[in-house]
């Protein structure tokens, strides 16, 4: 089914894996002078990726760029740049899914089955102004669309019928992209212990400088840890106001008030002593639940809170005021909040 | 209770389960779940519980007859494990819990009671999501009655979970829905599949979401403000949330009364709705129509459109208990246990049986003999298909069913 060029667009494919196996590169050969157009072009691959955010496809030489993928995730695994990593998976996800939404509705569904296992459908169905040729069964829709934000990708939104989710040629386009950046993000978390030679360690040490590079001058992605009361959601200052008039609150108002307030930088103790005033307070207990959520004991996750859907879902959304319009989460109201507050003062 | 009362409520309930007739329906792997009791004579819960077969459950029901059974959907590598990080989470059962508390029946006004903890305020019907004096979450309620209008509505909710959402949108098949009656307001339906086992959280809320309509966009199914002038607008036989909005509208304008079209009109067009009311033979056949005319609706005006669909949303919506499903250690009511507060069993229940079950009736687990008892003031009860009382402090004979629920309830006392 799939061509020699469809191996270099889609070198995440298993029959394209199967050729780099059947190629046997090491990361010992990839430091050979012969091997150095694919080593250039990995570097490349991630380069392009910090650079402009998206993984170019060239296709003329099929076999550097079929090679150059695996060379590329060695060398991202090994930066150990969680940063670098992400920024890589979203390069390679974005390429996939440029070349993927030109692709005709038999080999996408091939592609989609032969990486993710999704059962993909043929259909011809038309319901509004849209043509559907293309159905998913549910359970693998969700398995990726909760990396979306938008509405349009939440199942209630969709159509949905027997099973299967209804979609267009670039919305299945989208999912499998989404698919790969997360299967590429797990897979870099770890990183294999190999020997390198000489050219693989200064092209990794070429990538980390462009990567420290980059992050400096983008703007900080952790919260601000001084945005006051004052920036907190409408959520957040219901749930503090409730814990303050020592009213009762489910378990889920809890976790979210507490892991609220651990991601804007306040102590365990500070945290417990917003629960002092409920009805059932327990110190220890409380504490013991607190330092949970703060990742100090138990399975050492630092627990962010829910996002405004689940709190949605479980009534916990009052009052939404027109910032929450635009956001997803209470800490990213939290992080606009802070910074027009920065820029006011 | 007195210690006489207890003795013979553990009686009863050991003799069910000693009852070598009656057949335990159980979920599937017992093996890898967890149980859970509590009981009649003390406060603690056992947890951590396991069992390797049927019959080890069945000795350990006779001898200790617990107040009441609960199981994981959640299978673990090692269920007896009191650490949630030592149990080995392996995947667990889609349920559903459908609870006519949470049902707003019009007769919740005459056997419901709430009180708000904090400032002691108390009004009738389904407690409201906070405090109307004084704004607190901390609201109980109570209703010591088994109401067969709330449980017939509960029933309600389940057909329309499992005809309305399961079936034709999720695509699952009538064999793969296990029911069961959950001994007191509700059902509970479980889905035992290998294919929802392992399926996370996040999917999990997505589920609700989709039942509960939460976030549904009109627009995204086509009810958005410019739907005339669409070419294909949505009909009454479209799949998914599309049709079931339009099917909506349809149900709602055909028994809607002119009070009703009222509220969903700004007050300076309340006028309209005797207008509506006089065309609605036109308007429900204009739905009819494969491009229905939903220009006739927009007319009286965007603000009532945009209230006419979401009321259709609000009708349509299932209204399942969140906390459940989402939760993937969750402990339920085992089936075919007895729920140790009504004298009911939680039912297994057929699909194609549903519609002629009465929980009141069919049950009921204590249908033989008779107890002699003094029941103080207490409204009139319906159990197996009879009105017993009202009451008013009297010495009674009563069969063991409604005496074993009086004494439960607090409301007799065993003469």
Redesign the interface.
Known sequence: MLTKEDLAKYPFTPEAQAFVKERGLTAEELDKTENRRILERAVGRLKESLESGIVSARLEEVEVEVLSYPAAMLLASLTNDRLLQSRYAEGEAKRAFTLLKDETVDKLAYIAHDCFNWAVERVSL????RSYGLALR??DF??V??GFKS??W???????????VYLQRHELARLMAEALRERLLSRLSTAPTVELGEGLKASLREVLELSKRRAASSVGLEPPKEGGESAYPPCIKALLE?AS??????HMARFTLASFMLNVGKTVEEVVDLFRRL?DFDEKRTTYHVRHVAGEI??RTKYTPPRC??L????LCPSPDRLCQRVKHPLAYYRLRSMEGSEAG | MSERELKLIIKLVRSYYADAGHTLSLPSDLPHRELAFSFFERDEVLRHVAFKSLEDLRVFLTSQAPRHVFYSSAYYLSPSERDM?SKGWMGADLVFDIDSDHIPTPCKDEHDRWTC??CKATGRGLAP?SCPSC????LSSESFYLCPRCLEAAKAELLKLIEGFLI?????SPSELHVAFSGRRGYHLHLESE??KE?DQ??R??????L??????PE???FHSFVER?????SLN?????GRVARGVYSFLSSATIADLERLLPTSKRQLAAEIYASKERLLASLELPKPKWGLMLKYGRRFWERLVLKAIELQRCEID??VT?DIHRLIRLPSSIHGDTGLIAQPLKLNGLDSFDPLKDAVAFKKGELRVHVGKCPQLTLMGECFGPFNDELVVLPTAVAFYLLRSGLARLA
Request: hydrophobic content about 35%; proline content about 8%.
């Open positions: 038309d319901i509004g102004p549910w359970r969700l398995s669309s909760m509405h349009h939440k199942l209630v939104n969709r159509t949905l019928s027997a099973g299967l409730d008039a020592g009213r009762q609150l489910p009805p138990g399975s859907e689940t949605r879902t479980f009534n | 990080a903890l904090d999501l704004g607190g979450r901390r034709p949108d999720f695509g699952f294919a929802v399926i996040y999917a809320r997505e589920i609700v979401d989709y509960k309509a939460v976030s549904l966009r995204a199914h086509g669409s070419h294909a607008p949505p479209h799949p998914g949330w599309r969140e906390r989402t």
